[in-house]
């Protein structure tokens, strides 16, 4: 059998955990071959052993049947091995060119050919399907643009092994069907490609085989062809997963979160939220449905005091909170789940211990006139580390070092804990696994439960679909649509999300 990747018996250590304990992957050429576990049980770490940014204690690397040594990411390249990671390595101000050949630029006499390099880009682009504009500036397209200039980079450097860390994460359900037709045209072409996801549909979907991995060890490898969507996910998580929410019917009570004509510029200046109208009451849970771009962000970003509204009012519980500090609406009963949780859902460089605090911090028994009590700091962080289960050696560990779904998971137990009075959950469950999104699902139940109100926004339908009581459908800056999930389905509010008013759920 001839396989263009082996990795056999692969350890990985860091200081206190064992990442990788002697993991087998064996990837066939040609194939789309999935690696599948929990957020940090070891996918990312394998990956990066494979292209060089880590040195593994123990095992081997065998590439197209030949025993490599893979020091450095050049390495790797020089090995046709390219890597699109989940966060990108992309420079904004340069251009989609500037950015591909960027180490590798083609030269005329003493200076970049960037003329050349535009063709060749092109020509690239074309190939593949990727319809990219090589002279667009990389801050001025979209994520799923990004994304492209990614692949692309890998395949300007002459890569036919090509590992994707959780490429759909961060792309709309349109970029996603996107993105697996470029996958499917690269495997078409020669390449082979490793997967790292802990999406079942995609694997199902896309995949030949797939390996799984959990808590640092490889469980085993299976044809996708036969296998299901369950049986990935209990070998995934050891256990019997539930697809579906489990809730009682809501019992709406008094309205918390009042919104009215409210209008909202983006930082462009742009007109994104136009005159919309929503509330949210006392125990359910209302979900924000639409495409991306259609001014949630902006709407969340207005609630929470991240940016001013322009005009109209916000209330929580008949009280003006419009352009308040994000201080004072937090103090007011806001919870808020940012959609981008490194940018404002954590500081990245302080402990996770510390980040738990980082709403309450300035109250006692956390501080007493300006000093800090680091000693009930770090028991409170130790109690919700063990609540929520955030996977972390200790809670004095950067941020930065825990794996996505476990960042997410503390920036959840840090809102959840402020007993608040209306929670924003904006992207909850983006990127994270499903025995964590079962988790965080229940939890916003829970709050639900006690009374609280909750607003979700989401991209993902079946998420909307399952734990909404009642969707609001946003299109153009406007609510254009209120329906519960009984009355409709994901075909219906896909017609919606466009704009498509006419055929309103439940029949014509």
Do not use: W
Request: proline share 3%; with cysteine; net charge negative.
């Amino acid at each position: 059998m001839e396989y263009v990747i082996e990795m056999l018996n692969i350890r990985k250590e860091f200081p206190g955990i064992v990442a990788n304990d002697n993991i087998n992957l064996q990837v066939k050429k040609g194939e789309i071959h999935a690696l599948l576990g929990e957020n940090g049980a070891g996918k990312s770490t394998l990956m990066n052993v494979l292209f060089g940014l880590y040195q593994p204690e123990r095992g081997e690397i065998k590439v197209r049947g030949k025993k490599v040594n893979i020091s450095d990411p050049n390495v790797a390249n020089n090995l046709g091995i390219g890597m699109v990671h989940q966060h990108f390595m992309l420079v904004d101000t340069f251009t989609v060119t500037e950015n591909i050949v960027l180490g590798s630029e083609p030269t005329k006499g003493m200076t970049v050919d960037i003329k050349k390099a535009e063709k060749q880009v092109e020509e690239l682009s074309l190939k593949y399907g990727l319809n990219v504009n090589p002279r667009a500036k990389v801050r001025d397209i979209s994520v799923g643009m990004q994304q492209r200039v990614e692949i692309l980079k890998t395949l300007y450097r002459g890569a036919d092994i090509l590992i994707f860390d959780e490429p759909s994460a961060v792309l709309t359900p349109q970029e996603i069907k996107e993105l697996i037709t470029i996958m499917k045209s690269l495997v078409e072409e020669g390449k082979s490609i490793i997967l790292i996801t802990h999406k079942l549909k995609e694997i199902m979907e896309v995949c030949d085989r797939c390996t799984v991995i959990r808590k640092g060890q490889g469980i085993g490898t299976v044809d996708v062809e036969q296998t299901t969507p369950t049986e990935l996910a209990s070998l995934m998580v050891g256990r019997d997963v539930s697809f579906s929410t489990e809730k009682t019917a809501a019992e709406p009570k008094d309205i918390y979160l009042s919104v009215q004509d409210l209008r909202v510029k983006d930082g462009r200046g742009v007109e994104m939220v136009k005159g919309l109208n929503l509330d949210v009451r006392a125990g359910e849970i209302v979900g924000i449905a639409g495409v991306d771009g259609n001014g949630q962000s902006e709407l969340i970003e207005a609630i929470t005091g991240l940016r001013k509204a322009d005009s109209g009012t916000i209330k929580l519980h008949d009280k003006a909170i419009t352009n308040l500090t994000p201080r004072k609406i937090t103090e007011s009963g806001v919870s808020h789940i940012p959609q981008d949780r490194h940018k404002f859902g954590l500081v990245l460089d302080f402990p996770i211990g510390e980040n738990m605090v980082l709403q309450t911090y300035h109250h006692q028994p956390y501080s007493k006139k300006g000093i800090m009590n680091f000693k009930n700091i770090y028991k409170k962080a130790e109690s919700l580390i063990k609540e929520y289960d955030v996977r972390t050696p200790d809670a004095y560990t950067k941020a930065r070092a825990l794996s996505g779904g476990n960042q997410q998971k503390a920036i959840i137990g840090r809102e959840m804990d402020r007993s608040p009075d209306l929670i924003i959950a904006a992207q909850p469950t983006r990127g994270l696994d499903v025995g964590a999104i079962e988790f965080i699902h229940q939890k916003l139940i829970e709050e639900r439960d006690k009374g609280r109100a909750v607003l979700l926004l989401s991209f993902e339908l079946d998420e909307i679909m399952n734990v909404s009581d009642r969707i609001a459908v946003m299109f153009d800056g406007t609510i254009i649509a209120n329906v519960t999930p009984e009355e409709t389905d994901e075909q219906q509010l896909g017609l919606l999300m466009a704009g498509n008013t006419e055929q309103k759920a439940g029949g014509e």
